[in-house]
């Protein structure tokens, strides 16, 4: 009876004890036998889950890293910091080791995730400052982290390890968006008691990091729906999961921001101003026509994410404010150089957005006049003579590198980023460099991750110099020449003189020049010492600042395929340009003659 009332509390249906023998009950001592029997089993049976691995102990401090740092910068040696970071996101378990206050506590609250955030900062605050190898080694390591087979629930170890891991600020770059969209896939499919910890160890994150990793989501979403490229990203199709996963990522942070008191931000910060670019009514009918759409569903879940904060834009009518897809350069016409070397040394994880120039106190929208302003009055001032950053060589008509030393390239750097701007936004400057110029850019064609690689220093030859000084040249060249006594007749020594801001100083171009005469026997090495000198020793850290400038733009090896026959035509003949551009169009638009025969007419229209 007690049974068949308990069936009917459970809603269970009682079973016709006519049709089904009941099993005899089981005795006390029965019982005892069988509980004794199943404490007697070995642990490793017993044990319905694996046990969290026991996280190694590090020792290294906040303090000690950052001497680690100061070191490595001083002296040029990485191993120590290289060593850190190679083994401290190698694995979930080895960044709980290393960003965990106590290696092996609990932590098992929602008050207080266990992570040293002090050194989570410092460690990725020095991270875009190391060599490209030890970035690019910290990025391979979240790879192995995320691809490893994760079997049963999440323990709070891993929910620490997504913790530490959205904070990298690698994953502003849209090069770095592919891992980081498998990052945050992960950390949406988490359980929602798992998200309930994020939720609460977020909104503990200082209100500059919370807002940073904001902005870092609302940019991926902005980015995936409007890449500035079509081959930027992946094609949608494969990757249809990426703005959801964001998405869901995106409304932890405002639960997050929704449960401090007072919120870290306003909530407006979190309306995307991307969606006022995209037809709602035609996603809302392909949904109604055909069914459930990932991105009909996505766009939804964004509009409910943000409905106070657009019912609020709209009640406001406020402007849109499409800064998230644009490089704006902001600059007084009185402080020109200035104002634009702040803006992009300040924005230069946005160098590769399309360029908008605006000029303060002048009304005006950017079509694309007032960033041709911009670059005609920034290349008029900065290759005028009286600046001194660049000779013009009147036999030559072009312009080469001053050699004066100075503190300070930062100047020359913001060239290099002027013409890598020009080059990707296709715009032609009035810049006349030889060849030669361009070979040097192109040595290496993409940026060393050794710091201690040379850049620049491409081989110099007769014909290189003629380019830039063509009486020099042929004067060296009459020395190869010449018959006579090159020792008695030209009373010359491996010692060179140049005039530098009116000072006519004095270099060896081998140990003990001044003292070694040019001979008949030793003229060409004479002449290939002071060509490389003169080309390349003389300027070496101004043209370092200029390639490094110029890479910061166009660091992408498709570019650098054709980039010498590009810059050539912005920096030296426009109408070569638009004509070369009008040809690749008629090209591709008939599709009529082979690739090969394509490259070869290029090749020679340009050179």
């Known amino acids: 009876k007690r049974r068949k009332k308990l069936q009917l509390r459970l809603g269970v249906k009682p079973v016709q004890t006519g049709l089904v023998r009941e099993l005899p009950p089981i005795s006390s001592d029965i019982r005892h036998k069988q509980r004794l029997s199943i404490d007697t089993l070995p642990l490793e049976v017993k044990a319905p889950f694996p046990c969290d691995p026991i996280i190694p102990l590090r020792s290294k401090t906040t303090k000690e890293f950052q001497g680690d740092m100061e070191h490595a910068i001083q002296s040029g040696d990485w191993r120590e910091i290289r060593e850190f970071y190679l083994t401290t996101f190698n694995s979930f378990i080895e960044i709980n080791a290393a960003f965990k206050r106590e290696a092996n506590g609990l932590f098992n609250t929602t008050e207080d995730s266990g992570v040293n955030a002090k050194f989570v900062s410092t460690v990725y605050d020095a991270l875009l400052s190391t060599p490209q190898d030890i970035q690019k080694s910290v990025l391979k390591g979240i790879i192995n982290s995320l691809l490893r087979e994760w079997k049963g629930p999440r323990t709070k170890n891993d929910l620490r390890a997504y913790f530490i891991l959205i904070q990298n600020p690698q994953y502003s770059s849209s090069s770095i968006y592919v891992i980081f969209a498998h990052l945050l896939r992960q950390i949406a499919a988490l359980s929602e008691a798992d998200h309930h910890f994020l939720v609460h160890w977020l909104k503990r994150l200082s209100a500059r990091r919370f807002r940073q990793l904001v902005e870092r989501l609302l940019q991926f979403i902005s980015t995936r729906l409007f890449p500035a490229e079509t081959d930027e990203l992946p094609p949608s199709a494969k990757c ?160 080469w590198f001053s050699s004066w030393k100075s503190d300070n390239y930062s100047e020359f750097q913001m060239v290099g980023t002027l013409m890598g701007l020009a080059v990707y936004n296709s715009i032609a400057l009035d810049i006349h460099f030889p060849l030669y110029c361009y ?169």
């Open 439 to 607: 070979r040097k850019l192109l040595t290496p064609p993409t940026v060393p991750c050794d710091q201690n690689v040379l850049v620049g220093m491409a081989t110099a030859t007769l014909d290189d110099l003629q380019q830039v000084m063509p009486d020099l040249a042929h004067g060296l060249s009459e020395l190869l020449s010449y018959q006579g006594n090159v020792e008695e007749d030209f009373h010359l020594t491996f010692q060179v003189f140049q005039e530098e801001m009116g000072v006519v100083k004095s270099y060896n171009l081998k140990a003990g020049g001044d003292k070694i005469p040019v001979t008949k026997q030793n003229r060409k090495e004479y002449v290939q010492l002071y060509i490389d000198f003169l080309l390349n020793k003389s300027i070496y850290t101004q043209f370092a600042a200029f390639y490094h400038g110029f890479h910061s733009v166009c660091a992408s090896d498709a570019l650098m395929v054709s980039l010498q026959g590009v810059c050539e035509c912005v920096c030296i003949c426009p109408d070569l340009y638009h004509f070369v551009q009008r040809f690749v169009i008629y090209i591709c638009e008939r599709r009529s003659i082979n690739k090969h025969v394509l490259t070869y007419l290029l090749t020679y229209l340009l050179t």
């Open 240 to 399: 249809s999961w990426w703005v959801p996963s964001a998405t869901k990522v995106l409304s932890l942070f405002n639960a997050a921001n929704s449960v401090s008191c007072p919120p870290i931000m306003p909530f407006t910060d979190f309306y995307n101003i991307t969606l006022e670019h995209i037809d709602f009514m035609e996603d809302y009918r392909t949904w109604q026509n055909y069914g459930n759409s990932n991105r009909s569903e996505m766009l939804f879940h964004l509009i409910g994410t943000s409905s106070m904060s657009l019912v609020s834009k709209v009640s406001r009518r406020q402007r849109v404010d499409m800064n998230l897809l644009f490089l704006n350069i902001k600059v007084r016409r009185a402080q020109l150089l200035s104002d634009s070397l702040d803006e992009l040394t300040r924005k230069r994880c946005d160098l590769k957005k399309k360029l908008r120039v605006t000029f303060v106190g002048e009304a005006g929208l950017d079509m694309g006049g007032l960033t041709k302003e911009w670059f005609l009055l920034l290349v008029r001032q900065i290759f005028h003579t009286d600046y001194g950053m660049f000779t013009y060589m009147k036999d030559s008509h072009c312009h």
